[in-house]
C-alpha cells in the first residue's frame, strides 16, 4: 500500500521535477522564462507525435527535449538579442504553445500511445518497502533525480556554473569581467527548454500514454511556483516536487477514504505553500541575497 | 613645470621605456565629447595621475582603456605595438588590470569565489584561496576568502578588488578613485601597497581628484578638464593650488563663511536614537544624540556604511522611530511622524541619491516639485478638487530655477534630461524655496561639479545664517570643513561628540573615521548601555 502511494506521487512529482529543475537553471543565469508551461505541453505533444508515428517512445523522447529547447530559443532571441520584455514574452510563449501544441495535436486525439517502459535495476528492485519505488521505475524518473544531482554539482562545483551564477548576480560586473552574458543566458535557456520538452514527454509517453489537448493542466506553473518555492536550490526542488506530488496524489486518496476536501482547495495548494515559503524566505534577507538572483528578470544591455 | 597640450613628455617616455602610449583618444555620447583627442603615456614602474573634476572624462577615458567602451577614433600603443582593446578580457589578456569605483564584485559569491571567476586558468578554489591568503599577507590587505562579499565592508571589497587585479600578474594597473570610501588611516595604508608595487615594477594609472593624495603618491600626472587634456606635468613640483586651477579652469569661487552664529535655540534635536539594522548588510544606529542650534551647520563626517544612510531615513521619516522623543523638530516630538508630518513642522530633506529618490527621473522638474511639496503648499500648488494649479507650479519652477542658476535644455525638461550638478542645485533650491527653519542633506555635492558644488554650498551657508538649522551628512571632509560650524563624525552606527571647526583637524577627524576613540562622548551625556 505504502509502496504503491510512493510509485503515485513519484509519477505526479516527476514532470514537476524535470521542468522545475531546468527552470531553476535558467532563473539562475538571470532570466525569467514564463513560458515553461507552453514548452511543455510542446514538448507533450512532439513526445505522442512521434512515438506514434515511428513506433519508438525514444524517438518521441528525443524528439520532445528538442523541440522544447528549439522552443526556448525563440524566447531567447526575443528577450536576448531583440530584448524584448520578459514576462510578456514569457506569457505569449506559454500562449503561442498550447495553441501550437491543440493544432498538431488534432490529429493525435483518442490513439493509444506507447508507455515507456519500467526499467528494473537487479537486485536493488527486490528490497523489501522501497525496492519498487526507488529501482523499478520509468527511465525518466532516474533522468529526473540525475537531473537534480548534475544541476547542483554544475552550479555549485564547477567553474561553470559559477559562472553562470555571476552572470545571474551581476550581469553588469560578469561582463566586465569579460563573461559573455548573452550566451551563457543563451545556453541556460536552451537547457532549461529541453527539461520542460522532456517534462511534456513525461506526461504524454508515461503519466497518460496518450494525447489531451491541455494536458498539461498547469503543471508549468507548477514548476515556476517549485523554483521560488525552493529558493533556487537543487536539493529542495527535489523536496518541493515530492511535496506538491503528494498533495496532488492525497486528494485523491482522500476522496477514495470519503474525506471530502474541495478538489479547488488542493490544486491551489501548490501555490499557497509557495506564497508561505515567499513570505517566510522574504523575513530572512541574508538567505534571499545569498540565493536569489539578483538580476532575475532584468534585461542585458552593453554599453558600447 | 607642466607642458600644455599635446606635446607628449617624449624623453621621460623613452627612459622609461613606455608601457601605454595614447594618442587622440576620442569618445561621444550623443553630442557630448566626454573624451576629446586625449594624449598620455605611461612609463614602466611609474604611478601615473589622472587628474579632473568630476565629468571631465577620466572613467569614460579608463573604460576604453580596459574595453568597456569602444573608442570613436585614436589609437592605443601598448608595448609599442598598436592594438584595439574590444573588451574587458582582451584588456586582461594584454595584462592591464582595473579596480572599479563602484566596485564589479558578486555579492552573493564569496571573496575566492570572485577572484576566481577573473583568472582565465583552471586553478581549484581552494588553491585560489591559498593564493589570495598568501598575497594579502604579503602586501598587508587581510581578507577571508570563503566570507560572502555581501557581508564585508566596503574597504575589505576594495581589497579582494585589488587582489584580484593582482593575481592576474597585469603590468599597469588602472585605480579609479580608490581612496573615496576609505578612512585617511586605510587610505595610507593602500599607498604603501601601491608604492611597493611600483618598487616591482608594476606600472599605476592612478585616477584622483583628491590633490594632496595624487602629490604624495604620483610621479607624472595628466589633467582633464571638459574631456580634453589641459596639462601634463609633475604633481610634485606643483601646488595643490596650481593643480585645482588647472583642474578646475577660474570657474570657481571661494565659499564666503560669515562668522559662524551660535547660542541661538535648538531647532533639530536627537536623544536616544537607534534603530536595529533592517538587513544584513545594513549598519544599526547606537544611542544618536545631536543638536543642531538656529543659525548653525553641523557636518557628519564618516566613512561610507557607517550608518550615514539609515542616520537620513530615521531624520527624515523614512523609517519611523520607536519613540516620539527622540527626534524634536522645533520643539516637538517628530518621531512618530511621516515625512509629510516632518516637513509641515518646517523640516527639509534632501537625500543623498538625485535620481530616482530625490527626483522621478521620468517627470519633469514641476512635476517633481509638486510631489515634494504638495503638502507643505498645498493652498498655493493644488487648487479645488484636488487639481493641480499648472500656472503656480511653472512660475515656482522657474523661480527655483532662476535662483539656484539652475541651466537646462528646455522650459520644463524630465529630471533625467538635466546634469546632476544641474539637478542637485534644482533639488536643493525646491527645498530652500521653503525657507525650511531644519534642513537635512545628505551628500550634497556628490558626483557635482565645481562651479555647481561652490553655488550649493554657499547656498546652505546662507540659510544657516538667516537664522535655520542646517544638518549635513558628507563624505567630502574637504566640503565639511569649508562650510560647518561643527563636525561630528559617524563610525559603525556610533556619532560622536561634534568638534566645534576651530578645534577640529584632518587628523582628529580621520582617527574618529576609523573608530579610534569609540565611544567618544565628550560634551553628551555617557551611554548607559
Not at chain 1, 285 to 300: D, K, S
Request: glycine letters at 12%; one cysteine or more; aromatic letters at 6%.
Amino acid at each position: 500500500m505504502l509502496e504503491s502511494i510512493l510509485i503515485t506521487i513519484a509519477t505526479a512529482a516527476t514532470p514537476l521535477l524535470i521542468a522545475a529543475i531546468g527552470e531553476l537553471v535558467v532563473e539562475r543565469s538571470g532570466v525569467l522564462n514564463l513560458g515553461v508551461e507552453g514548452m511543455m505541453v510542446m514538448g507533450a505533444v512532439t513526445g505522442f507525435g512521434v512515438t506514434v508515428t515511428t513506433g519508438s517512445p525514444w524517438l518521441g523522447v528525443l524528439a520532445a527535449v528538442l523541440v522544447g529547447a528549439a522552443f526556448s530559443l525563440l524566447f531567447g532571441f526575443l528577450t536576448l538579442t531583440l530584448v524584448t520584455n520578459q514576462v510578456a514574452t514569457g506569457l505569449a510563449l506559454t500562449l503561442l504553445g498550447l495553441g501550437v501544441s491543440g493544432m498538431i495535436g488534432e490529429a493525435f486525439i483518442g490513439m493509444p500511445g506507447i508507455k515507456l517502459g519500467s526499467i528494473a535495476i537487479p537486485i536493488l528492485s527486490d528490497l523489501p518497502y522501497v525496492g519498487r519505488f526507488l529501482f523499478r521505475q520509468d527511465p525518466l524518473f532516474y533522468v529526473s533525480i540525475l537531473l537534480v544531482a548534475g544541476v547542483a554539482w554544475f552550479l555549485f562545483y564547477t567553474r561553470a556554473g559559477l559562472t553562470l551564477r555571476s552572470v545571474g548576480d551581476n550581469h553588469d560586473s560578469a561582463h566586465a569581467l569579460g563573461i559573455s552574458v548573452i550566451a551563457v543566458r543563451y545556453g541556460a535557456v536552451a537547457f532549461g527548454g529541453a527539461c520542460a520538452g522532456l517534462a511534456g514527454a513525461y506526461l504524454s509517453l508515461v503519466y497518460t500514454p496518450q494525447w489531451i489537448e491541455n494536458m498539461t493542466a498547469g503543471r508549468g506553473w507548477i514548476a515556476l511556483a517549485l523554483v521560488v518555492f525552493a529558493s533556487w536550490r537543487p536539493w529542495r526542488v527535489l523536496a518541493g516536487a515530492y511535496l506538491f506530488g503528494a498533495v496532488s496524489i492525497g486528494q485523491l486518496h482522500a476522496q477514495a477514504i470519503g474525506v471530502s476536501v474541495p478538489s479547488q482547495f488542493l490544486s491551489a495548494l501548490p501555490y499557497l505553500a509557495t506564497i508561505a515559503v515567499l513570505v517566510l524566505i522574504s523575513r530572512n534577507r541574508r538567505l534571499t541575497m545569498v540565493n536569489t538572483p539578483a538580476c532575475l528578470g532584468r534585461p542585458f544591455v552593453p554599453a558600447r | 613645470m607642466a607642458t600644455t597640450g599635446a606635446g607628449v613628455d617624449r624623453k621621460r617616455e623613452g627612459k622609461a621605456g613606455g608601457l601605454l602610449t595614447v594618442r587622440g583618444l576620442t569618445k561621444i555620447f550623443g553630442t557630448l565629447k566626454a573624451c576629446d583627442g586625449i594624449d598620455l603615456s605611461i612609463g614602466r614602474g611609474e604611478i601615473h595621475a589622472l587628474l579632473g573634476e568630476n565629468g571631465a572624462g577620466k572613467s569614460t577615458f579608463v573604460k576604453m582603456l580596459f574595453g568597456a567602451l569602444e573608442p570613436a577614433s585614436g589609437e592605443i600603443l601598448w608595448k609599442g605595438e598598436r592594438v584595439s582593446i574590444s573588451s574587458p578580457g582582451a584588456a586582461r589578456h594584454l595584462g592591464i588590470g582595473m579596480v572599479f569605483q563602484h566596485f564589479s564584485l558578486f555579492e552573493a559569491l564569496t571573496a575566492a569565489e570572485n577572484i576566481m571567476l577573473s583568472l582565465d586558468e583552471k586553478t581549484p578554489i581552494l588553491k585560489i584561496a591559498e593564493r589570495a591568503r598568501e598575497l594579502s599577507k604579503a602586501y598587508g590587505l587581510p581578507l577571508d576568502p570563503f566570507a560572502h562579499v555581501g557581508d564585508l565592508s566596503v574597504g575589505e571589497r576594495q581589497r579582494i578588488e585589488i587582489i584580484r587585479c593582482l593575481l592576474q600578474k597585469p603590468d599597469l594597473i588602472i585605480l579609479d578613485e580608490p581612496t573615496s570610501v576609505l578612512t585617511p588611516q586605510e587610505a595610507d595604508k593602500l599607498f604603501e601597497t601601491l608604492e611597493t608595487l611600483r618598487d616591482e615594477g608594476k606600472s599605476i594609472l592612478y585616477i584622483s581628484h583628491r590633490l594632496e593624495e595624487v602629490k604624495r603618491l604620483c610621479d607624472r600626472a595628466t589633467v582633464l578638464r571638459h574631456g580634453k587634456v589641459v596639462a601634463h606635468c609633475d604633481p610634485r613640483k606643483e601646488t595643490a593650488t596650481s593643480l585645482a586651477r588647472m583642474m578646475v579652469g577660474d570657474e570657481v569661487q571661494a565659499v564666503k563663511r560669515a562668522a559662524g552664529g551660535s547660542g541661538g535655540e535648538v531647532l533639530l534635536e536627537v536623544a536616544g536614537l537607534a534603530r536595529p539594522a533592517a538587513n544584513p548588510f545594513a549598519v544599526p544606529l547606537r544611542d544618536i544624540r545631536l543638536a543642531v542650534r538656529s543659525g548653525e551647520v553641523l557636518g557628519i563626517a564618516g566613512v561610507a556604511g557607517n550608518g550615514q544612510g539609515e542616520l537620513f531615513e530615521a531624520l527624515s521619516g523614512e523609517v519611523l522611530q520607536e519613540s516620539a522623543a527622540s527626534l524634536r523638530i522645533r520643539g516637538k516630538d517628530a518621531g512618530r511622524l511621516s515625512i509629510s508630518g516632518r516637513r509641515l513642522l518646517g523640516a527639509a530633506f534632501v537625500p543623498e541619491e538625485r535620481l530616482g529618490h530625490g527626483a522621478v527621473p521620468q517627470m519633469r522638474l514641476s512635476e517633481n516639485l509638486l510631489l515634494s511639496r504638495h503638502v507643505t503648499d498645498g493652498r498655493a500648488l493644488v487648487g479645488p478638487l484636488w487639481t493641480v494649479r499648472g500656472g503656480a507650479l511653472a512660475k515656482a519652477a522657474a523661480r527655483i530655477a532662476a535662483a539656484m542658476d539652475v541651466r537646462k535644455g528646455g522650459d520644463d525638461p524630465e529630471a533625467a534630461a538635466l546634469s546632476g550638478g544641474n539637478l542637485q542645485k534644482f533639488i536643493i533650491g525646491r527645498e530652500l524655496d521653503r525657507q525650511p527653519s531644519v534642513l537635512v542633506v545628505n551628500q550634497p555635492t556628490w558626483g557635482v561639479d565645481a562651479g555647481a558644488a561652490a553655488r550649493i554650498r554657499q547656498a546652505l551657508i546662507d540659510l544657516a545664517r538667516s537664522g535655520s538649522a542646517v544638518l549635513v551628512i558628507s563624505q567630502d571632509l574637504d566640503e565639511l570643513f569649508e562650510i560647518s560650524d561643527a563636525i561630528a563624525v559617524m563610525h559603525d552606527g556610533r556619532l560622536s561628540a561634534p568638534l566645534p571647526i576651530a578645534e577640529a583637524t584632518f587628523e582628529k577627524i580621520g582617527l574618529l573615521m576609523g573608530g579610534a576613540e569609540p565611544g567618544h562622548h565628550a560634551g553628551a551625556p555617557l551611554e548607559t548601555a
